[in-house]
């Protein structure tokens, strides 16, 4: 691995820290894939239900109130399901970014069942947003060996599944289709805070918001010292989108805001990156 985007880069009109507010609206199929359809019962399924409409309602209230832009990952599957729904994401400013067609849970993947969901997913994003995603996010933290090869090959520009660091970092191989990662962590994610059920006793997670308030504020102001780092916040509209925890992200937007975050889609600060790396390379040229 070569990390290159902890070297001193500097974001945007010198901030602190580039942020990334990503969602991934996985709605009733964040249970299906994992549980079955058949062993889910009604309630836990509805749960789900709840992204559809209020969750995602207030989520998009919060951010277009915050005038911020995010990232949404969204299974080809959901897509198909809500189109509404996620056209009114792109309608508003938010990115639309590849999650699976199912929200698969499956280790044993093969790259033609990927490339398979990855066409179809296009395919209904393009008709829905007329754009074609140029991120992804494996399902339940999961990646393989073939995702990054795959990834270029599709024109892909960045994934954010690994948890390895606070850089953003860039794939080796081709320089010509460079491949970004944007590290995310499980305590950046409103499921290991907020992930309830009965079903399964590990699951049953309820922490008090200013406990998840201090500690991303914790986190957001030891990364933004170090200068050159990124937070990726990874949400539920299921999860945060309940009331209270919609407030907790409110909160949290106007506290990075106020102590000097970047705050842009996955693809804008994609993009910066990319824009850096093709300077420094013009320069070091230049210099020979
Ligand atoms: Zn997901």
Not at 97 to 112: C, K, N, P, R, V
Request: hydrophobic share 35%; proline share 4%; glycine share 6%.
């Amino acid at each position: 691995m070569v990390i290159k985007n902890g070297n001193g880069i500097v974001w945007p009109d010198n901030k602190r820290i580039a942020l990334m507010l990503t969602f991934d609206f996985d709605v009733e199929w964040l249970r299906y894939s994992r549980e079955g359809r058949r062993s889910l019962g009604f309630a836990d399924r509805s749960r789900g239900e709840y992204a559809i409409e209020e969750g995602l309602t207030r989520c998009l209230r919060v951010l277009d109130k915050q005038n911020v832009e995010s990232t949404f990952f969204v299974p080809g599957k959901v897509a198909e399901t809500y189109p509404e729904e996620v056209k009114k994401i792109a309608e508003m400013g938010h990115e639309i970014a590849y999650h699976g067609w199912e929200h698969e849970d499956s280790i044993d993947m093969t790259q033609a069942e990927e490339f398979r969901n990855m066409e179809r997913a296009e395919a209904v994003f393009r008709k829905l947003t007329g754009k074609k995603p140029t991120g992804a996010r494996g399902c339940w933290n999961m990646t393989y060996a073939f995702t990054p090869e795959l990834l270029r090959k599709r024109g892909y520009k960045y994934s954010s599944v690994m948890k390895n660091c606070d850089y953003a970092w860039m794939y080796p191989g081709d320089a010509e289709c460079p491949l970004i990662e944007f590290p995310v962590d499980h305590t950046f994610d409103d499921y290991t805070f907020f992930f309830f059920t009965f079903n399964t006793p590990q699951h049953r997670s309820n922490y008090p918001i200013d406990y998840v308030f201090d500690y991303w504020t914790d986190a957001f102001e030891e990364l933004a010292s170090e200068g050159d780092k990124i937070m990726v916040l990874k949400l539920h509209p299921q999860l945060i989108g309940r009331a209270s925890r919609a407030v907790l992200l409110d909160r949290f937007i106007t506290y990075a805001k106020d102590h000097d975050a970047w705050i842009a889609s996955c693809n804008e600060v994609a993009d910066y990156i990319l824009e850096q790396e093709m300077k420094t390379t013009e320069e070091r040229r230049s210099q020979r």
